[in-house]
């Protein structure tokens, strides 16, 4: 169970991480905490997998990745995990996930790739189409965006 500090902790890392020499000490501050409890507690939330990882995000389009496609794969299912496994592990691909099939719509494996021009990204599905030996995929490609942000936890407690 998550207690008012936690909240408070968790809230504080969705923001803008603080651009300084010691940004934990920064933020345990602002809570009203000491740095070592701040990281105590980051550490529990990891091992008890109630956070999977912290990182910077990357807007693309800013720095010049302003193609983008859904690609959509129809893969068996005795090789789903083996192929979402490999397609997860190439650079190229920022989601890769699985959904289960509909009778209209039979495509299981979602990847996303980011390219600086769609012909980049069709090359990409291209190959991964010829590693895998899966030819059955379509490419939606984003026209615009309306949204690029995280999902915000307890931000009523702010």
């Known amino acids: 169970m998550l207690d008012d500090i936690d909240k408070k902790i968790i809230c504080a890392m969705q923001d803008e991480f603080p651009l300084s020499a010691e940004p934990y000490r920064e933020i345990a501050e ?4 000491d740095e070592v409890e701040l990281l105590n507690r980051l550490k529990k939330y990891k091992q008890n997998g109630q956070i999977r990882k912290m990182g910077a995000v990357l807007r693309h389009r800013e720095v010049g990745y302003s193609a983008n ?29 699985i959904r289960a099939e509909q009778p209209e719509f039979r ?5 996303m790739l ?3 021009t769609r012909q980049e990204c069709k090359q ?3 190959e991964l189409a010829r590693e895998t030996g899966i030819s059955e995929y379509i490419m939606l490609f984003s026209t615009n965006e309306w949204k690029k942000t995280s999902m ?7």
């Open 30 to 33: 602002r809570l009203g905490i």
């Open 69 to 97: 496609a859904l690609c959509a794969w129809i893969i068996p299912n005795d090789r789903i995990e083996e192929i979402g496994q490999f397609m997860a592990s190439k650079e190229a691909i920022t989601h890769c996930y």
């Open 107 to 111: 495509y299981n494996l979602y990847t």
């Open 114 to 116: 980011h390219g600086h």
């Open 124 to 126: 990409m599905a291209e």
């Open 152 to 158: 915000k936890y307890f931000r009523e407690i702010e």
